[in-house]
């Protein structure tokens, strides 16, 4: 998994931290964006083996950055992080597209087995 | 006499308020338990989804919160119901952690603009206004209660009230981008010649008058740079300048902040800035101005080896002040530390010191040469050495990542610490993780899949059993305590316990919250710890995801792995930021219900408010329970039939006694009262109750019989039985025999953290000595069951809480046999050494005399 390449967006700044630096730890090469906008003019130029995005965001939200990745690079996986009150409509919503949902808090260990996942299929 | 005893006990009625009947009591005191077990729920939680395992955001916080203060205040509001308004300062209490909380959640800035700030007045999450080093100042002053010199802080906000005021905004952003040398020089000389805005003058003034207030007219102030972003992420060590020695007057240090703010426009500064992709203005520069220390010497600390060895620490030390290490033109002493508990002296190298900084009179500094017989001396006494380092360790400990300390020690020997940051060192190799097993593999299994893990991590050292908490005082720093039960008195010494393994407890107890405050590996509830781990034996506990295990021996390798492979959350700004708020929550303060602070204005946290309804509610138990007897004239009492005479009453407040019984007599069968049908079967244990007659010196004349009523009529109605008013889970027992009184308060659940007891004895007719003699067994016994003792005279109060439902019933059933075993014990006890032998009897289950 070495150099393997990760899109984390999520509004609030702590989240992608957290999550680059654990990520970072297992030799993935991790990129972090506060919204959808810049993530996709980003996403436009290069292609990310995995991208873990916030559902609920301003502006472009997880819905439309799964749309979007879905027809740029339909192998990337998408995984879906939501405030947990959300996350049964989320999970009616997007079956099928998405990798995996996970309920904030995540736990890192989850996340990182469930990128694991994504990246063997 | 018998007054004396009663106002002992408290029975002489209270208030005049009228006191609700006693089921409603039961009732909010259930109510309270609820609550503050669904708050200390939400805590723990809390405290899980903050320690780095989870990604989390704000909006996780506000709802966890919003849940938390809600049953914090429902707690409190079944509180008041139950003492009758006793308590009304807890209301404001609350109010005040709750404002705390909210500004840290909802991100307001706790500022109020202020230009001028003492020390005393910042916490750590001000640091946009005071800058990253004031802040770490702040925080070791009034936190880890550090010896920092006397400061203020001119913050932020006067930052930009100087340059508004001198209209320099434009010029700033005209260099913005492109920042030539000459720009910037003119810059620094419009600084340096700029005016103090007015009110910042004023606040300036007042700091620096109150501070020759307390230090005299001649003190001298050293006036450092503490720029916004100098935090942590970017350390910016020695990019801006420090004026040392200013004398403590307006004008003096007035143009020395302002040199520390032109040197936010240096080109070394500068250059800094762009290499970490900040442009011109982006930072502003907080100062920090701090009375200077005297020194007789001075240096720092790196709390990690430059080459990356985190077991070593090295302090460089020379004579006076300490600028000359700071920026290495002395060639200075070096003493390498070991960061054992009891810090250890590796490695020591004298420099040649040949000349020293020291403090000019007038103000200013000036380079000296020390005196010849300096030169190659030591600077630093061994004790000096390892006092520095157990500093070092505890801030590094403190903020949880590699420090860099500058130190002071003044002619009087007091040991100052003058600035700590970050520290960055090259990682080394890590351990590979799939390998632990293959590390471990050599030692020695003697736990495995027991017990529930509190808080994660390996801890390795010498087992400590700890049987009362009289022998913490003598914890050896660094072991693994060991203890049967669980306690918050273990938080002496926290901040040196390698591990913590206990036969009972819960992972919302007290102890558990403060376990995962400190980090420090626990794992609870094992059941035999006590018992498999030996006094002084060395072990390994590896507490992790999937359960704990303990190893025999140390296996350094774990250690390694644990230290260095976990991520480093506590590097991340925005996590040190949010954890921030645990602050306010889940520090535990009120320990001790036995010191002074244990009152509603004590708490400082959400925690504390619960710790102290707790506390408080059981007291209220305690106290209107001790009416059993008005209860049961009140009330339909039932007499308990026993083989042994024992003359108890039941007054039943709901599920004490199974249904479909008589009215008038209860047999043993039909106690329902989990604690009163405990506490009763370990008086009929076998050979606990005696018949047989013992007999009595001259001073005494009590029997090992029950007297009863003659010797207790004092014009009062009293009814003479001894009462136990008893729910399923409840029983409040008051038993009389002769003159012992003995007392019983106990809540007996499936939920340990409900679950307390509450003993109290107090004799009397006997000569002293053997009252004191009683009271000593009574008190070494229930030690030995892990209860909190209190002794005054000839009374015994004994507290123990939270412990499990099939322990307490253990623990019941022996208070049981005490109470057989104590009525007629003073007339045995005729020395000293029969008060050991009792003990020992009594504990190996030897009741006979």
């Known amino acids: 998994m070495q150099g393997q390449k990760i899109m984390v967006i999520d509004d609030e700044k702590i989240v992608g931290d957290m999550a680059k630096l654990a990520l970072e730890q297992d030799g993935f090469y991790v990129e972090t964006f506060l919204n959808g906008e810049p993530a996709l003019e980003r996403l436009k130029k290069e292609k990310f083996d995995v991208v873990v995005t916030d559902l609920k965001m301003k502006g472009i939200d997880g819905m439309e950055v799964l749309r979007t990745v879905k027809r740029l690079y339909p192998e990337t996986k998408v995984i879906m992080i939501t405030a947990f009150a959300n996350l049964d409509a989320a999970i009616e919503a997007l079956r099928g597209d998405v990798h995996d949902f996970f309920p904030k808090p995540v736990k890192i260990k989850e996340l990182k087995a469930s990128i694991q996942r994504a990246l063997e299929r | ?849």
């Open chain 2, 1 to 849: 006499m018998l007054g004396r005893i009663r106002s002992l006990l408290g029975l002489a009625k209270g208030s005049g308020q009228e006191a609700p009947p006693f089921r409603t009591v039961f009732k909010n005191f259930k109510e309270v338990l609820e609550n503050n077990n669904r708050a200390l729920e939400i805590i723990a939680d809390l405290g899980d989804k903050l320690g780095g395992d989870y990604l989390f955001d704000i909006n996780y916080i506000k709802s966890a919160y919003s849940d938390l203060a809600g049953a914090v205040y429902g707690s409190i509001q079944n509180f008041d119901v139950l003492t009758i308004n006793r308590y009304p300062q807890i209301h404001e209490v609350f109010s005040r952690i709750d404002d705390h909380i909210k500004t840290l959640i909802y991100d307001v800035t706790p500022s109020r603009g202020e230009m001028v700030l003492d020390y005393k007045d910042i916490t750590w999450n001000m640091f946009r206004e005071v800058g990253g080093k004031n802040a770490a100042l702040a925080e070791m002053k009034n936190y880890l209660k550090l010896n920092i010199p006397d400061a203020f802080a001119v913050t932020t906000h006067a930052f930009d009230a100087f340059v508004a005021h001198n209209g320099l905004p434009e010029k700033i952003g005209a260099i913005r981008e492109n920042p030539d040398p000459g720009a910037l020089e003119r810059l620094r000389t419009e600084i340096m010649g700029g005016e103090i805005p007015p009110d910042l003058a004023v606040a300036l003034q007042g700091a620096v008058e109150r501070i020759r207030e307390t230090f005299g007219r001649d003190c001298f102030l050293a006036v450092r740079s503490s720029a916004e972003e100098e935090d942590g992420d970017f350390s910016f060590a020695g990019q801006f300048e420090t004026v040392l020695n200013v004398p403590a007057r307006s004008k003096a240090v007035g143009e020395a902040y302002k040199k520390v703010l032109a040197s936010l426009f240096s080109e070394n500064s500068v250059v800094y800035h762009k290499m970490h992709g900040y442009r011109v203005g982006d930072v502003k520069m907080a100062v920090g101005c701090l009375v200077m220390v005297d020194a007789a010497k001075s240096g720092v600390i790196y709390s990690v080896a430059p080459n990356g060895d985190r077991d070593i620490l090295v302090i460089n030390s020379t004579w006076g002040l300490g600028t000359s290490v700071v920026e290495g033109q002395t060639d200075a002493d070096m003493y390498m530390v070991k960061k054992e508990v009891e810090p250890l002296v590796v490695g020591t190298k004298y420099g040649r010191k040949d000349s020293m900084v020291i403090m000019r009179e007038e103000g200013g500094t000036v380079k000296v040469r020390p005196a010849e017989e300096m030169v190659g001396a030591g600077t630093l006494a061994e004790e000096e050495v390892k006092a520095l380092a157990a500093q070092a360790v505890q801030i590094e400990k403190h903020f949880r990542r590699p420090q860099d300390i500058e130190w002071a020690i003044d002619k009087s020997g007091k040991v100052f610490i003058l600035q700590s940051r970050p520290l960055r060192i090259p990682e080394v190799v890590r351990k590979d993780s799939d390998r632990q097993e293959e590390y471990a593999e050599p030692h020695g299994v003697l736990m495995e899949n027991m017990g529930v893990v509190v808080q994660k991590g390996v801890g390795a050292g010498r087992v400590y059993v700890v049987r009362h908490p009289g022998e913490l005082d003598r914890f050896p720093k660094g072991s693994v305590l060991v203890a049967k039960f669980d306690s918050s008195n273990f938080v002496r010494v926290m901040p040196y316990v390698s591990a913590i393994i206990t036969d009972t407890g819960t992972p919302t107890s007290h102890m558990a919250s403060l376990c995962r405050e400190f980090r420090v590996p626990t794992l609870v509830n094992t059941g035999a710890a006590t018992r498999l781990l030996q006094h002084g034996q060395e072990i390994t506990l590896k507490a992790g995801d999937d359960g704990a295990v303990v190893y025999d021996g140390i296996v350094r390798e774990l250690i390694e792995y644990d230290d260095r492979d976990l991520p480093k959350m506590e590097e991340l700004f925005e996590f040190r930021k949010r954890r921030y708020v645990l602050r306010y929550i889940s520090i535990l303060n009120l320990v001790d219900p036995l010191i002074d602070e244990f009152t509603p204005e004590g708490c400082k946290t959400m925690h504390d408010i619960l710790r102290f309804i707790h506390e408080k509610s059981v007291g209220e138990l305690v106290e209107r329970a001790r009416y059993g007897n008005d209860m049961a004239k009140h009330h339909m009492a039932i007499k308990l039939d026993l083989p042994i005479p024992t003359g108890i009453m039941i007054v039943d407040i709901g599920g004490g006694l199974a249904a479909g019984g008589s009215a008038q007599r209860a047999t043993f069968e039909q106690i329902a009262s989990v604690p009163l049908k405990a506490i009763v079967k370990g008086m009929m244990h076998p050979g606990v109750w005696h018949a047989d007659a013992v007999s009595l010196g001259v001073n005494d004349f009590i029997s090992s019989m029950m007297r009863m009523p003659d010797i207790t009529t004092d014009g009062r109605d009293y009814a003479g039985y001894n009462v136990a008013v008893a729910s399923g889970e409840y029983v409040n027992l008051s038993i009389r025999f002769g003159y012992h009184f003995n007392m019983l308060d106990c809540y007996c659940s499936d939920n340990a953290r409900n679950n307390h007891v509450y003993f109290r004895f107090v004799g009397g007719a006997t000569d002293i000595v053997k009252r004191s003699r009683r009271v000593e067994l009574i008190a070494a016994i229930l030690r030995e069951y892990g209860f909190n003792i209190v002794t005054k005279g000839d009374l015994v109060i004994g507290r123990l809480a939270n412990i499990s439902r099939g322990e307490l019933e253990k623990v019941l059933d022996h208070i049981g046999r005490l109470i057989g075993y104590t009525r007629q014990l003073d007339a045995v006890l005729n020395d000293d050494s029969s008060v050991e032998r009792f003990v020992r009897n009594f504990l190996e289950e030897r009741y006979t005399f």
